[in-house]
């Protein structure tokens, strides 16, 4: 009953097709994805429903959903896929989608600041630091980190592209 | 002796030098020289950076590639992730003049230079097995491993989307077999030995315990074989299975080896030089 009431929205599925997720309509539920989850053996998330929700522009429930957040990225679906859908690249485009609508996990938003400062996923801590030059390493990795101006170019590129205020308004 | 820019990453340099000064001894051993270029960043990681933004994403990517176009250099990284980022901006760059253009947009805002679209990016094992070889890689032996029984563990991003990859079969795969045994150790075949560490998408960011399960899944798998050592080619893997046995508390631990330290070992390298001290599961062998 509760199903009943969701009012698909047609331009879901079409914005997919359009951001890059041109695979999406050949899904035809045969479940080769859901089966092959190593995800989904573990928690509720089940790709399939997720897909068929995205063709049916259910929206809401997709962009909300705790469980698209589940997929580690795997393409083991993607690659079994007998239809060929390409359902990694659609889980990205919907997760891009959900970000937009403001759905965005507390940890992905303290790392994506971590990494507009930085332009690392980690920080680099003193103890490592020690252990680099024990074994014959420059003590700062020889990357932007030990070049201001290199790395001034990289946080530039993540504010014209919009990661760093996306990642402020996250962080709200 | 051919050439690469050396794309160090995250996890590697700031986890697990051990991977990298490993890295460094082999290839140059092996007579692939790497040079450091100190305009590489995170990827950026394609778990995080693409799934919340992938314009981010595609354009940092696209910046490192242009710092290897500004070297001249193809790219060797030694990570599934680097992989994955790098490979695929590369794949959809270097085919798509409107999208570069998009891109390049961005970039010449930010202080970068024009890609164009040159750039290719390899994975560290990928050379070993076409441009090295396994006979070259054979006659650096100085310790056999031939008492070890290994196993391997691919990793995600390695082989897969093998529409943009191209290398081998996700499925049933021999590269790293062909590389392991090279050094006179034995691969050991176990249950769903091509499965995700768990580590990935975001998910050990975002739920620890989720990829966690994971993890213990393909370590209870391991428990119905006999290995001495689980193998990898990606600091992120190797670290969800390093940190990962400690969180789980398991009896039974395996050390985690990346490729590079397995033939640093091999090779016959300072074994203090391969960093296993900074490893949480011990490497007792």
């Known amino acids: 009953m509760g199903e009943a009431t969701y009012k698909p929205d047609n331009k879901f599925p079409r914005e997919i097709i359009e951001r890059g997720g041109t695979t999406l309509l050949r899904c035809f539920q045969c479940g080769t994805c859901t089966g092959s989850c190593p995800s989904g053996r573990q928690t509720a998330f089940r790709i399939r429903k997720l897909i068929r929700w995205a063709q049916l522009g259910i929206a809401d429930k997709v962009l909300a959903s705790e469980d698209l957040w589940m997929c580690t990225t795997c393409y083991t679906c993607q690659e079994r896929c007998p239809r060929g859908v390409e359902v990694t690249d659609i889980v990205m485009v919907m997760r891009n989608m959900a970000v937009e609508a403001g759905h965005m996990q507390a940890q992905h938003i303290r790392i994506g600041a971590s990494l507009a400062k930085t332009a690392h996923l980690l920080p680099l801590k003193e103890p490592m630091m020690k252990a680099r030059k024990g074994l014959g390493l420059s003590e700062v990795p020889p990357t932007v980190l030990s070049n201001k101006k290199n790395l001034d170019i990289v946080l530039n590129i993540m504010k014209e592209a919009g990661f760093v205020k996306l990642v402020q308004k996250g962080g709200k | ?285």
């Open chain 2, 1 to 285: 002796m051919s050439k690469y820019a050396f794309f160090l990453g995250c996890v590697m340099p700031m986890r697990y030098p051990g991977i990298e000064s490993s890295t460094r001894m082999i290839m140059k051993a092996l007579g692939i020289e790497l040079v450091d270029v100190d305009e590489f960043s995170c990827c950026p990681a394609p778990g995080i950076t693409r799934s919340l933004h992938s314009d981010t994403w595609l354009s940092v990517a696209a910046h490192n590639l242009v710092a290897a176009q500004e070297a001249k250099l193809d790219i060797v990284v030694v990570c599934n992730g680097c992989y994955g980022s790098l490979d695929e901006a590369a794949h959809m760059l270097n085919h798509d003049e409107a999208k570069r253009a998009e891109v390049n947009k961005i970039l010449k805002r930010a202080g970068s230079k024009e890609y164009k679209g040159k750039t290719k990016v390899h994975h560290f094992a990928e050379l070993l097995h076409k441009e090295v070889g396994t006979d070259a890689i054979t006659k650096k032996v100085k310790h056999t491993l031939e008492n070890l029984k290994i196993a391997i563990h691919y990793g995600c991003h390695f082989l897969k989307p093998s529409a943009v990859r191209n290398l081998d079969n996700p499925e049933t795969p021999h590269i790293l077999e062909d590389l392991v045994e090279a050094t006179g150790a034995k691969s050991v075949d176990y249950r769903q030995k091509q499965m995700c560490c768990g580590a990935g998408g975001g998910v050990r960011a975002n739920t620890p315990d989720v990829a966690l399960k994971m993890t213990e899944e393909k370590l209870n798998y391991l428990d119905e074989v006999e290995i001495d050592l689980i193998l990898d080619v990606c600091p992120f893997c190797h670290l969800q299975y390093d940190r990962g046995q400690k969180d789980l508390g398991r009896d039974k631990q395996y050390p985690v080896l990346h490729l590079s330290q397995l033939y640093g070992m091999a090779f016959g390298m300072d074994r203090k030089l391969l960093g296993f001290e900074l490893h949480d599961t011990p490497v007792d062998i």
